[in-house]
């Protein structure tokens, strides 16, 4: 299942990705991310793990976060439960 072109086009010009052509006959276009839209995926990746984690928490350290980051907020202490899940 792909992204549907309404989708790219507001990707576009919200400045997350930008449009490329590739080839003219047919015409075709490749998106690739921008740097804001590079700069999403420690946000990206911290849904991911919340998604795919069945106690359904999300702790002050997420997986994207340094270790710096995650020796401040161990995950066994700051637990914030969302939802029912």
Not at 16 to 36: F, G, K, M, N, S
Not at 54 to 78: E, Q
Request: aromatic letters at 8%; glycine letters at 10%.
């Amino acid at each position: 299942m792909g992204i549907s072109s309404s989708r790219l086009k507001a990707l576009v010009a919200d400045g997350i990705l930008e449009r490329h052509p590739y080839q003219t006959h047919p015409v075709r276009h490749e998106y690739v991310l921008t740097d804001l839209g590079r700069s999403l995926r420690p946000v990206i990746v911290a849904m991911a793990a919340w998604g795919n984690d069945s106690d359904a928490y999300v702790f002050a350290a997420g997986p994207a976060a340094g270790p710096a980051v995650r020796a401040r907020y161990p995950r066994d202490t700051a637990p914030e439960r969302i939802g029912g899940r």
